[in-house]
């Protein structure tokens, strides 16, 4: 765990002292579970479930947010059995799939989801001419439901080839009005209006949190980050946390904390903990 700076140290002093007060925003893929080749076998790391219960019991509100499908991400992550330990404290899980659109929690125990968005099954009839034009027919295209990733992690050469795909796919979706979304070694293109960003600011109003937490890895997080800096700019006790790799550094400048991917981010959540449940003893 390094702090960016001796602001960020300050932050995490002042979110402790507001900690019972927080809600605390966590990705799903590369911040709970680890990358991999295959991302239907992401599954969260094993002492997730443990730390996230006993962190639940410390704070407001505790909610994973992620560009997965709501039901594969509580299937990878066994999001419903932690739920329901977290329940046992009095607490609430919330789950925001694809970006938000898709809305879950603990006491509900339903996926609420909107229609797929117009233009993207007209987008999917045109993406196989695009991807071979850009030399990357086989790129492996996941139906997310609301939306299709175009992944080129299993190929030859996955940084060329996303290079290659990343303009044509801009290109594609705005034909179509849709939005692009960029990741790791992926490229996702789904309905606009939705963001992670959107899905923090109705989490912290729809629980009246008086601290935030936002910790993700990719850029699919930029928009959480910058909700929760508003929020701070408002004066609201705030931390971001970037679980840092070597494929992606976008949100280290735009961090407090900075931790060493899934194992750094769970050791991060049981200081807390201990932090926060030491202070109110």
């Known amino acids: 765990m390094e ?3 001796p602001e960020g140290e300050h932050r995490y002093d002042a979110f402790v002292r507001a900690g019972h007060r927080a809600v605390i925003g966590l990705d799903f893929d590369g911040t709970l579970a680890p990358i991999v080749d295959d991302p239907e ?3 969260i790391h094993p002492d997730a479930a443990a730390v996230l219960v006993d962190l639940a019991a410390e704070v407001a509100g505790l909610a ?3 560009g997965r499908p709501a039901r594969q991400a509580l ?6 059995e932690v739920g329901n ?3 046992d404290t009095g607490k609430e899980l919330y789950l925001f799939g694809q970006y938000g659109n898709e809305r879950w929690s603990s006491t509900r125990r339903r996926i609420i989801s ?3 968005p117009a233009g993207l099954a007209t987008f999917l009839r045109d993406l196989p001419r695009t991807l071979r034009t850009a030399d990357a027919a086989d790129a492996w295209v996941e139906d997310k439901g609301l939306a299709h990733a175009v992944h080129t992690r299993r190929m030859a050469d996955p940084d060329a080839a996303f290079d290659r795909l990343l303009p044509p796919l801009r290109e594609l979706a705005s034909r179509y009005g849709l939005v692009l979304e960029p990741g790791r070694h992926v490229i996702e293109v789904r309905a606009p209006g939705m963001d992670k960003g959107r899905a923090v600011e109705t989490l912290v109003g729809e629980v009246g949190a008086g601290a935030v937490m936002f910790a993700g890895d990719d850029l699919g ?5 910058e909700a929760v800096a508003k929020l701070a700019a408002e004066g609201l006790p705030t931390l971001l946390v970037c679980s840092a790799s070597s494929e992606q550094s976008a949100l280290v400048p735009l961090s407090d904390v900075v931790v060493h991917g899934p194992e750094g981010v769970l050791d991060l959540l049981r200081r807390l903990t201990e932090d926060i449940r030491a202070r109110s003893t």
């Open 64 to 66: 994973v947010v992620t």
């Open 221 to 225: 997080d930029v928009e959480a980050f």
């Open 85 to 87: 330990a977290i329940g």
């Open 75 to 80: 299937d990878l992550g066994g999001l419903e």
């Open 114 to 116: 909107p229609r797929p």
């Open 3 to 5: 702090f960016t700076s």
């Open 41 to 43: 076998r992401a599954h």
